[in-house]
């Protein structure tokens, strides 16, 4: 089986590159004939689905009903790329920060651009903020996005603790926060590997969404206060979840 999990992981990885060159050409062209995020969504998801599929993943998604009907930003434990595919393609109408080095890969980088992806400079906080600064007006058309406050990918018995930067981003907005917790992204494929998914024929993420945190409560001098709130909720989840 290890063998045949291999075979298929390989087969996986060799075309990932060729969905994002058969895909994303649709994703930049649909988006400036139609400009309907719906349509945007819809590509967005089905590419990050094809991906699982190929690679044996499937993802169950836990507390859909937390998820706010208004504009709101969702923080996940990032522990692997495959975060990426098991929120987006489940998840589709959310809107992700991305490192700058991506926004470097043709195709690829046009289509985050087109559908409204952020480019976070992890190195120059001044850039970030007025990333930030700017896709706050978006907040207000409903808009949701989600960030990684652990600000990079990190994978242990506890979370790594969390920057300042989202909730300073959603604190601004006076937008609620959506705590994530991703299990099972690591196994599917760990940070350093570039294999998808070589261990086993099938695998399962768990996506569990916490309820929301109001961050319109909070004053400026109390940012440190929700910090520790949101990271007691989701290494809660993450400590359980991995013990069993």
């Known amino acids: 089986m290890k063998i ?7 087969l996986a990885t060799l075309l990932f590159p060729f969905t994002v060159i058969a895909i994303g ?12 995020k719906k ?3 819809a590509l967005i998801g089905f590419w990050c689905r094809l991906c ?3 690679s044996g993943v499937k993802v169950v998604v836990h507390g859909r009903q937390n998820i706010p009907d208004e504009g709101c930003l969702f923080l996940f434990n990032h522990s692997s790329f ?8 489940s998840l589709p109408h959310l809107r992700f920060g991305a490192k700058a080095e991506l926004f470097k890969i043709p195709i690829f980088s046009q289509a985050m651009r087109v559908v409204g992806t952020m480019p976070i400079a992890r190195n120059n906080r001044d850039e970030v903020y007025k990333i ?5 007006k978006r907040f207000a058309n409903k808009e949701q996005f989600a960030l990684s406050p652990e600000g990079g990918r990190f994978h242990g018995a506890k979370l790594s603790s969390f920057k300042a930067g989202p909730f300073v981003f959603a604190m601004s907005a006076g937008v609620p926060v959506v705590p994530t917790v991703i299990v099972g992204a690591y196994e599917a494929l760990p940070k350093g590997s570039f294999l998808f998914n070589k ?6 993420i768990y996506i569990h969404i916490l309820e929301p945190i109001r961050t ?11 910090q520790a709130v949101v990271y007691e909720r989701m290494n809660h989840v993450w400590v359980t979840e991995n013990k069993n």
């Open 4 to 10: 045949i999990a291999l075979f298929r992981s390989i």
């Open 25 to 36: 050409p649709f994703v930049i062209l649909f988006h400036y004939i139609f400009g309907n």
């Open 39 to 41: 349509i945007d969504d």
């Open 52 to 54: 699982c599929w190929l």
């Open 82 to 89: 495959f975060d990426i595919f098991a929120l987006a393609g």
């Open 132 to 136: 930030y600064a700017e896709a706050k």
């Open 199 to 204: 261990d086993q024929l099938s695998r399962t």
């Open 216 to 226: 319109d409560i909070y004053s400026e001098d109390r940012r440190k206060e929700l």
